[in-house]
Each structure stands twice: as C-alpha cells, then as structure tokens.
T-cell receptor, first 115, second 115 residues
Framework: AQSVTQLGSHVSVSEGALVLLRCNYS??????LFWYVQYPNQGLQLLLK??????LVKGINGFEAEFKKSETSFHLTKPSAHMSDAAEYFC?????????????FGAGTRLAVHP | DSGVTQTPKHLITATGQRVTLRCSPR?????VYWYQQSLDQGLQFLIQ???????AKGNILERFSAQQFPDLHSELNLSSLELGDSALYFC??????????????FGEGSRLTVL
C-alpha cells in the first residue's frame, strides 16, 4: 500500500527565508510524486510533479523538489519565501499514469509567512 | 481555472437528509475522482469512475454513492447525513492519454455543512 507522511503540520518562516516542507513516501513500485497547494477557499493546484528522469523538478512560483529514492523523500523547497506563499501544501503519491490511479495525499503542511 | 466545475459551492442541510453534489470534468477527461477533506481526516479518496464505470473505491461510506453519466459528468449522493459528514468534497479529473502522468485537476469543491 502507498502512503505519504508530511513532517510538520505547521511551518512558519520569515519573508525572504528558505522554505522547506518535508515529505516521505512509501510505495512498493516506482512512485509518481506530486506537490499541490491549496489557498484558502480554493481547490488544489499542482505545484510540481516527478514521474521519471531528472530527480530535481522545478515547479511554479519558484518551488522545486528533489526525489531521493534512497531516502524515500520528496521535499519541497523555495529559496526565498513570499507572503503570497502562505497556504496549505499537500504531498501526494500515485503508482502510475494513464488516469487509472488515484492520488494518496499526506495530511498537509500549513505554511505561514511573517514579515 | 482547472476546468473542473463543481456545484453547489456551499450546501447547508440537516441530519438525516440527502444531498447530491455534481461535477463536470475537464473537456475530454474520462476519469473522475471524488475526495473528502475534513479537519480530522485530511484528504480522503472516496471513489473513481472511468468512462461511466467504477474504477477504484476508497474510504467511501455505504450511505454514499456516486455515478458517472454518458456525458461524463458525475454525481456524488450522500444520504442519511450525519454531523460528521460536514466537509469539503472535491471532484478531480484526469486525462487518459499517453502523455498523462497521473496529475489530477481539482475543482473548487462543495462545502457541505450538516446541522
């Protein structure tokens, strides 16, 4: 069975500081990994995804994540936080493409950015 | 705008009642997924339909049912509602093409409040 663990339900950073949101996954097959962001009263928006190939993936709004198979991790980073980054972030895993496979989500990490 | 449309956006009802949530997927997407988001359970996968047929089932209660119609829109029926069913219900869709990489596109959700 697949699962996702997000370490830290709440993370608070200063504007301009590094953002690091942690995600570890469990999967018996090569995973597809995703980070989604949810702004208040909105749906989930894809930030970035890893399927195959380059393990460092870049997404929207300056975010990036690195797939580390040996550590079963897919941590999300951004060099410099902006106030507009305040939102809830979800890591998710699926084990394939083709539209057949549901995403399993972590519990989410709420990011607060203070001046 | 993800292209996934959900109605109604907000719904308030009483315990014991029945409601229907509607979802129109992105144009051309054959797969529809339903998720429940609550404070204590996080994002839980409920059910997936592909081209009118049930594809995968998650933590969906027997009081809940769904279907996907020939025009590919989907409905989630919730009956004998309980206070604990209050949540945000998301619909998502995905393509089924060779280029698909498992990404889901989410609607803005239907917020159900059971009083």
């Amino acid at each position: 069975a697949q699962s996702v663990t997000q370490l830290g339900s709440h993370v608070s950073v200063s504007e301009g500081a590094l953002v690091l949101l942690r995600c570890n996954y469990s999967s018996s097959v090569p995973p597809y990994l995703f980070w989604y962001v949810q702004y208040p009263n909105q749906g989930l928006q894809l930030l970035l995804k890893y399927t195959t190939g380059a393990t460092l993936v870049k997404g929207i709004n300056g975010f990036e994540a690195e797939f580390k198979k040996s550590e079963t991790s897919f941590h999300l980073t951004k060099p410099s936080a902006h106030m507009s980054d305040a939102a809830e972030y979800f890591c998710a895993v699926s084990h394939g493409a083709g539209g057949y496979n549901k995403l399993i989500f972590g519990a989410g990490t709420r990011l607060a950015v203070h001046p | 705008d993800s292209g996934v449309t959900q109605t109604p956006k907000h719904l308030i009802t009483a315990t014991g009642q029945r409601v229907t949530l509607r979802c129109s997927p992105r144009s051309g997407d054959l797969s529809v997924y339903w998720y429940q988001q609550s404070l204590d359970q996080g994002l839980q996968f409920l059910i997936q339909y592909y081209n009118g047929e049930e594809r995968a089932k998650g933590n969906i209660l027997e009081r809940f049912s769904a279907q996907q119609f020939p025009d590919l829109h989907s409905e989630l029926n919730l009956s004998s509602l309980e206070l604990g069913d209050s949540a945000l219900y998301f619909c998502a869709s995905s393509a089924l093409t060779g280029a698909n990489t498992g990404e889901l596109f989410f609607g803005e959700g239907s917020r159900l409040t059971v009083l």
